[in-house]
């Protein structure tokens, strides 16, 4: 299947970059000027004992063929206490993972239905953690533009090793070496009900095979510590709709979000999400967000922990117990349209956000913050 | 599951009627109605989401490291 799985990736590449090689060959024989956008942006997350201060840059170029081109670098600095993040005692160290993401996308016109085409390819690394993931986008209005439709392909190739740290601040890897691979499709449909509504379907499957556990977790089984270990392979399946309303006369905007979620651990999930958006004047407007997210349990989760030497699957992993969250959020956008003149006039058109979200979360993790901010500049 | 899915793909394929013209489109143009420009922020949110719960898809791929199993 790992074999298969490269094929069908490399062969999905090729063809990819033979179509983006003719786009950008075209390039020049039409008239016009490559436009864009710059941004940065920071993102903070904190728990009771992780915290995440990841910053990243961005940068997108749009030719005048249809083409475009998009990079981000992402680095996240973790500080950590955390045994599942490889602490040999009750030290906190800090780690960076390294993520870079590039996007070549292509915009055309098929019997006047306007179509997008994409590949991205995003390479993460941290001392412990290696991914590779590639993923292919296509995109077609269709109805007058009344129907969107889209589908995605994703292909996933992680390395995970172990690197534990003490008081010494030395890391110390460990001859410790495993794989995980992933493959999954995604199909979208959205759909325009008024002129001031839309509605939206979309169904997801992903499919990962290797090791899909943490590798310093260990669990008890019979006062003898055993290191975590799960089912090699998982089959996830997730249903979401959406459905967004304006409503012009309280200059408001409502989205509705719900989410459904099963794999083949037995893990079953829901997630209803709701925002309302509300202009503050010409140049900003309010998000306001509430999601709740509910999860049963793994099919060899045991609540009591006490797991038995003849278990196949043994987990300490707070993410295959049952556990419930609210998060509650706002966020302020800030349109910088009003810099006609003056020496700031460059920003006319450059957008900057900030914002902040509370998790209340009955899982081992706790409860979290999110707190972002960002600017966008169009060039 | 399915029978989510095939309830939501009946509810929005009766919308396939629905015409609204380019001239009717100024509010679903909104950046209130258009999240797409809140890509950058949701793939940060969605990695943390991806890390701490059991659930994952349905917002986009997120992918990397941290346990996103």
Not at chain 1, 188 to 202: E, S
Request: hydrophobic share 40%; net charge neutral; aromatic share 12%.
């Amino acid at each position: 299947m790992r074999l298969q799985l490269r094929r069908i990736a490399l062969f999905a590449l090729l063809a990819f970059a033979l179509g983006f090689a003719t786009s950008f060959a075209f390039a020049d024989e039409v008239s016009g000027g490559v436009t864009g956008a710059v941004m940065a942006r920071n993102n903070y997350y904190l728990e009771r004992s992780t915290r995440v201060v990841a910053p990243e840059v961005g940068a997108r170029l749009d030719f005048p063929s249809g083409a475009t081109v998009e990079a981000v670098y992402l680095v996240d600095a973790i500080t950590s206490a955390s045994l599942a993040a490889g602490a040999l005692e009750d030290v906190a160290f800090t780690e960076l993972r390294h993520d870079v993401r590039a996007t070549l996308g292509r915009r055309l016109t098929i019997d006047e239905n306007p179509v997008q085409l994409a590949a991205t390819f995003r390479r993460s690394h941290e001392p412990d953690y290696d991914s590779l993931s590639v993923s292919l986008f296509g995109a077609a209005e269709l109805n007058r533009r009344n129907t969107a439709v889209s589908f995605r392909l994703s292909f996933l190739s992680d390395e995970v090793r172990q690197t534990f740290r003490g008081r010494e601040r030395t890391p110390t890897t460990m001859g410790f070496r495993e794989e995980l691979r992933g493959a999954g499709v995604a199909l979208a449909l959205t759909q325009l009900l008024t002129p001031r509504a839309y509605v939206g379907a979309d169904y997801e499957f992903y499919v990962l095979e290797g090791f899909t556990a943490n590798a310093y977790r260990r669990v008890l089984t019979a006062g003898t510590p055993r290191p975590e270990h799960h089912p090699e392979t998982r089959k996830r399946h997730t249903v979401a709709a959406r459905l967004a309303v304006m409503f012009p006369e309280l200059a408001t905007s409502l989205h509705l979000h719900v989410r459904l979620y099963r794999d083949d651990w037995d893990i079953l999930a829901a997630t209803p999400e709701a925002r309302v958006y509300t202009k503050l004047g010409s140049f900003s407007h309010l998000r306001l967000r509430y999601r709740y997210y509910k999860q049963g349990a793994a099919f060899f989760y045991r609540a009591d922990g006490e797991y038995l030497p003849t278990d196949p699957f043994v987990t300490a992993d707070p993410k295959m117990a049952p556990f419930q969250s609210h998060l509650l959020g706002g966020q302020l956008k800030l349109f910088l349209d009003f810099l006609d003149e003056g020496r700031f006039k460059r920003l006319r058109g450059a957008s900057f956000d900030v914002g902040f979200e509370y998790i209340f979360s009955t899982s081992a993790y706790g409860n979290g913050t999110i707190t972002q901010a960002g600017l966008v500049i169009p060039f | 599951m399915w029978r989510a899915a095939l309830i939501t793909a009946w509810v929005v394929s009766f919308a396939g009627c629905v015409r609204v013209a380019p001239y009717q489109r100024g509010h679903l143009a909104d950046p209130t109605m258009d999240v797409s420009h809140e890509n950058a922020e949701a793939s940060f949110r969605a990695h943390v989401h991806d890390s701490r719960e059991g659930a994952t898809g349905g917002y986009g791929s997120s992918g990397g490291g941290c346990g996103c199993n």
